[in-house]
Nanobody
Framework: QVQLVESGGGLVQPGGSLRLSCAAS????????MGWHRQAPGKEREVVAV???????TYADSAKGRFTISRDNAKNMVYLQMSSLKPEDTAVYYC????????????????WGQGTQVTVSS
């Protein structure tokens, strides 16, 4: 069984910073892309940033220049460093990863964490 667990969310003032972490554990043979998504109240879930297994990154326009995604392949972890936070960044942030649990697994499967709340407010 594969689990993704996020941490690091909380309440922060506008202009502040937060670092989210996500740890993947369980039966893991290989991890391909990892990413962060968010869902604000009343809105659809949207992608924030994605990082490939080689370290290539992609960001939503709203995250460019303010957020940095990184990963530690040895620890099966992905991070999201967020700075210059705005009230519109308030959302539940989810990490996901494309994982092969076993060597014989033919395809990568997307797994999701339970989410961590980020609230940007004065």
């Amino acid at each position: 069984q594969v689990q993704l667990v996020e941490s690091g969310g909380g309440l922060v003032q506008p202009g502040g910073s937060l670092r989210l972490s996500c740890a993947a554990s369980g039966s893991i043979f290989s991890i391909n892309a990892m990413g962060w998504h968010r869902q604000a109240p009343g809105k659809e879930r949207e992608v924030v940033a994605v990082i490939s297994s080689e370290g290539s990154t992609t960001y939503a326009d709203s995250a460019k220049g303010r957020f940095t995604i990184s990963r530690d392949n040895a620890k099966n972890m992905v991070y999201l460093q967020m700075s210059s936070l705005k009230p519109e960044d308030t959302a539940v942030y989810y990490c996901n990863a494309a994982i092969k649990p076993y060597p014989w697994t033919p395809f990568y499967t997307d797994y999701w964490g339970q989410g961590t709340q980020v609230t940007v407010s004065s």
